[in-house]
C-alpha cells in the first residue's frame, strides 16, 4: 500500500485564543492538499455563562475575496469541549485558501461582553481512509 503525504495539522485558530468579539484566522493555502477533505476540530477551553460561540469556514481563490457564504460551520456552542467537522472541498475546486470566521453573542446578567478561549485546528483526511471508507459502503 502506497501512503500519500497529507497537509500536517494546521491552526485555522491557534490554541488558546481569546476573544470577546466576532473576528477571522489567518488564510491557510489548501492548494498543495492531495484528498481535498479535511477534519477540523474546534476545542472550547474556557467560557463563561449564557454566551454563545458560531464558528465557520469561508473559502477564495485569491486571498483578497472570499465566499459570500461559509463552505463549513459547526453547529452553535455554549459550552467548552471539541466538536468535530469534516470539510469537504471537493464541490469546490476553486478554493485554494480557507480560513475560520467566528462571532459570538451573550445575553442575561452580568458583562454584556462575551469571552471564550478557543482553538480550530485542520487535518487532511488521509486518500487511504477515503477510499476504506467509500470501499465499506459497496
Not at 476540530?41 to 465566499?67: N, P, R
Not at 463549513?72 to 469546490?92: C, I, M, N, R, V
Not at 462575551?114 to 477510499?131: H, K
Amino acid at each position: 500500500m502506497t501512503m500519500t503525504t497529507a497537509i500536517p495539522e494546521i491552526n485555522l485558530v491557534p490554541a488558546g485564543t481569546t476573544a470577546s468579539t466576532k473576528g477571522d484566522g489567518p488564510a491557510i493555502d489548501v492548494s498543495g492538499a492531495t484528498t481535498r477533505v479535511f477534519l477540523l476540530t474546534l476545542a472550547i477551553t474556557k467560557i463563561i455563562e449564557q454566551e454563545s460561540l458560531d464558528v465557520s469556514v469561508y473559502g477564495s481563490s485569491d486571498g483578497a475575496s472570499w465566499s459570500a457564504k461559509s463552505i463549513g460551520a459547526f453547529p452553535q456552542k455554549f459550552y467548552a469541549g471539541e466538536s468535530p467537522l469534516l470539510l469537504d472541498l471537493t464541490a469546490h475546486p476553486d478554493v485554494k485558501l480557507v480560513r475560520a470566521h467566528w462571532e459570538m453573542a451573550r445575553w442575561g446578567r452580568g458583562v454584556e461582553t462575551p469571552l471564550f478561549e478557543f482553538g480550530v485546528s485542520m487535518r487532511e483526511v488521509p486518500a487511504e481512509i477515503l477510499r476504506e471508507t467509500a470501499q465499506a459502503k459497496t
